[in-house]
């Protein structure tokens, strides 16, 4: 029986020691997916998702993970990978969805200024925060946006490094929503940060511009892998109502 969000978040541990028992690629791939409702910035989804199942790419990509054993031990592998270079073609994307999506309703003056809002957004205010030339636009903007920003409120992380973090916040959340699928179906996944990049890269044929965000193990935990009961500074040292 499928856990509940809250029971699959208590169950969620990194699980660093997987059981020999394969697990079921087709359900991976719908957590996977589940993946990819994740909320992420201006919804240009600048994720891929590479479904690791080959027994030899597995082996090469746990190499890269230096082989820790929830590299070692997984059955499958999941890596998150941000693409902030196809921030045009994904806003283009989204401006044709506009476009379908509007010709279905008739428009009335408030539902027209809603699209231009829309277009406006994707076809002039993204191409104005993602468009640069090696960082240097991006900084001049920055520097702009600053002076801007004492008069008003404004956006401000438009530099190259900006614009990065901004993607990898993105693939986390989606990440996030692939292990509590997994946990709610009673799969278990561990996030590895250690591993060569640059060499995972190359393992998957990614061009310069992808970036690896993690590294996900997959399988059905181990006890062993389970290293110690849960830790958490208290709550309260974390809560801040305001």
Not at 73 to 82: F, K
Not at 131 to 154: A, H, N, S, T
Not at 170 to 196: K, R, V
Not at 225 to 240: H, L, N
Request: aromatic share 10%; proline share 3%.
């Amino acid at each position: 029986m499928e856990k509940t969000v809250s029971e699959a978040i208590a169950y969620r541990r990194s699980t660093r020691v997987y059981k020999s028992e394969a697990i079921d690629s087709e359900k991976v791939k719908q957590c996977i997916q589940n993946a990819a409702l994740a909320p992420n910035s201006s919804n240009l989804q600048l994720w891929e998702f590479y479904h690791i199942t080959n027994p030899d790419t597995l082996s090469k990509i746990s190499a890269a993970c230096f082989n820790q054993n929830a590299a070692k031990t997984a059955r499958q592998m999941v890596v998150v990978v941000t693409r902030k270079d196809l921030w045009k073609s994904r806003a283009k994307a989204n401006l044709q969805f506009l476009d379908n999506s509007f010709a279905k309703v008739e428009l009335t003056e408030k539902l027209e200024r809603r699209k231009k809002q829309a277009k406006d957004y994707y076809g002039k205010v993204i191409p104005t925060i993602y468009f640069d030339i090696f960082g240097i636009l991006g900084f001049l903007k920055y520097i702009i946006f600053q002076i801007v920003g004492i008069f008003r409120p404004i956006y401000r992380q438009t530099r190259l490094s900006d614009m990065r973090i901004v993607a990898h916040k993105s693939a986390a959340l989606a990440a996030e929503n692939f292990m509590i699928s997994m946990a709610a179906i009673g799969y278990d996944t561990c996030p590895m940060e250690g591993s060569d990049t640059l060499r995972i890269k190359k393992i998957l044929g990614l061009p310069y511009g992808a970036e690896i965000n993690m590294v996900i193990g997959c399988g059905i935990r181990d006890e062993a892998g389970i290293y110690g009961p849960r830790f958490r500074v208290p709550f309260e040292a974390v809560y801040k109502q305001v």
